[in-house]
Nanobody
């Protein structure tokens, strides 16, 4: 069973950048499909980005496309979310997740994922 620990959140001014990290233990990140989700107060958890196992091409929610970049470092067993041009509406708790399915059905759905980190808060100030 893989454990995920996110870090890197904090208070960031609008227009700024931050990089989130998700360190995995108990499993190799390239053998799982990995995703990033976020949840703002009073809102549903929403998809941000995902990357299939053994595939280095991530895909993104329209709301973050062109601003966020997901990547994976197999040597460090870590996935990252580089966030740039941040907006106030990006404020949320950001979660890393792992899907153990060989053939995932929909990585845009939180129900697809089997393992979750505890989340890291990102607050964008105006």
């Amino acid at each position: 069973q893989v454990q995920l620990v996110e870090s890197g959140g904090g208070l960031v001014p609008a227009g700024g950048s931050v990089r989130l990290s998700c360190v995995a233990s108990g499993g190799a990140v390239n053998t799982y499909s990995m995703g990033w989700f976020r949840q703002a107060p009073g809102s549903e958890r929403e998809f941000v980005a995902a990357m299939k196992r053994f595939n280095s091409n991530p895909y993104y929610a329209n709301s973050v496309k062109g601003r966020f970049t997901m990547s994976r470092d197999t040597a460090k067993n870590t996935v990252y979310l580089q966030m740039t041009s941040l907006k106030v509406e990006d404020t949320a708790v950001y979660y890393c997740a792992a899907d153990r399915q060989l053939i995932p059905s929909s990585l845009g759905l939180s129900s697809e994922y089997d393992y979750w980190g505890q989340g890291t808060q990102v607050t964008v100030s105006s």
